[in-house]
């Protein structure tokens, strides 16, 4: 069991790395901070096929308005 967990960490680590945040970002360009945070869980949860969480997920984004 810790093993399988294990592996599916790894995984979402590998989908959700530097390369892997960066084409979700993409794909968001033009959202919402709080669309952003929604598109990103969205796609963790589809890819955990919405397994329980073992660990906390915290997100932040931040929206710049130009004057």
Do not use: P
Request: charged share 30%.
């Amino acid at each position: 069991r810790w093993y399988r967990r294990r592996q599916r960490q790894m995984c979402i680590r590998d989908r959700f790395g530097y390369e892997g945040i960066q084409k979700t970002l993409s794909s968001l360009a033009g959202k919402t901070a709080q669309e952003i945070c929604e598109g990103i869980m969205e796609e963790m949860n589809e890819y955990q096929q919405n397994e329980e969480h073992y660990d906390d997920i915290t997100l932040v984004a931040v929206q710049a308005n130009s004057s």
